[in-house]
């Protein structure tokens, strides 16, 4: 059973940071890249990061400089960390895999295999 399950949200004050989680179980995760979208309220899920298998990291233009993505193979994990946060971060935040290898599939969901719960963050003013 394939699971991906976010941790780390919460709530932070502006330019402050945050490290997500997210731990897959019930496929090989060494061969899947490794994706993060958020949805604020009222707006369309926005892609936010992905990371293959090798490390190789593709962000998106409104988080480039803040935001950074690692993986553990070994741990089956995935850790968007965030820095400086802005008020307009304020999201879930959702994890998902793609077998994709071509980086500019990497921005679009429906690309994506397996999907989490996600995971609120909050960036006050």
């Known amino acids: 059973q394939v699971q991906l399950v976010e941790s780390g949200g919460g709530l932070v004050q502006a330019g402050g940071s945050l490290r997500l989680s997210c731990a897959a179980s019930?496929?090989?995760?060494?061969?899947?890249?490794m994706g993060w979208f958020r949805q604020a309220p009222g707006k369309e899920r926005e892609f936010v990061a992905t990371i293959n298998w090798s490390g190789r990291t593709y962000l998106a233009d409104s988080v480039k400089g803040r935001f950074t993505i690692s993986r553990d193979n070994a741990k089956k994990v995935v850790y968007p960390q965030m820095n400086s946060l802005k008020p307009e971060d304020t999201a879930v935040y959702c994890c998902?895999?793609?077998?994709?290898?071509?980086?500019?599939?990497?921005?679009?969901?429906?690309?994506?295999?397996?999907w989490g719960q996600g995971t609120q963050v909050t960036v006050s003013s």
């Open positions: 998902a895999s793609t077998l994709r290898t071509y980086r500019y599939d990497w921005t679009e969901a429906a690309k994506y295999d397996y």
């Open positions: 019930g496929f090989t995760f060494s061969n899947y890249a």
